[in-house]
């Protein structure tokens, strides 16, 4: 199984979501704008994909910078309690597998979470090739 928490207003997101579905997998989706974050949810992401609070903290195009999160003396707890309360906080897309959690930016970082890598070509939404007909990366 394949878990995706996604924004479908993210290219990255969605550009992820397209290369598990071109895996041949049908992934659970989780809108997490709509349905929001619990605490032991998201430390459990984090712990799982080895990341801090920080460094999943979303910058752009959030309101991190109006909510004071970008100086460094604050720390996961008020970052991750932030995340509670404004959902875009956090970087996207994250997805979910037997075979680890990753934020998966770029989009092609969700490969090594496939059980089967899709087959070639396969191009971003912006027409950048991520697979070669051979069904390599393109770097």
Not at 24 to 47: E, H, K, M, N, S
Not at 81 to 89: E, G, K, Q, T
Request: glycine letters at 8%; aromatic letters at 2%; proline letters at 9%.
């Amino acid at each position: 199984m394949i878990v995706i928490h996604h924004n479908p207003g993210c290219g990255t997101s969605r550009n992820v979501l397209a290369i598990i579905r071109a895996s041949g997998a049908d992934p659970v989706v989780i809108p997490y704008l709509d349905t929001g974050w619990t605490r032991p949810q998201l430390l459990a992401l984090f712990a799982a994909g080895g990341l801090t609070p920080r460094e999943a903290l979303r910058i752009t195009r959030s309101p991190a910078a109006e909510l004071g999160l970008l100086d460094e003396a604050v720390d996961d707890d008020t970052i991750l309690s932030a995340m509670l309360d404004h959902p875009v906080l956090v970087n996207r897309p994250i997805v979910a597998s037997a075979k680890g959690v990753r934020l998966c930016r770029p989009s092609e970082t969700v490969l090594p979470l496939l059980d089967r890598r899709p087959e070639g070509p396969l191009f971003k939404e912006d027409g950048q090739m991520i697979l070669n007909e051979k069904g390599e990366v393109v770097d």
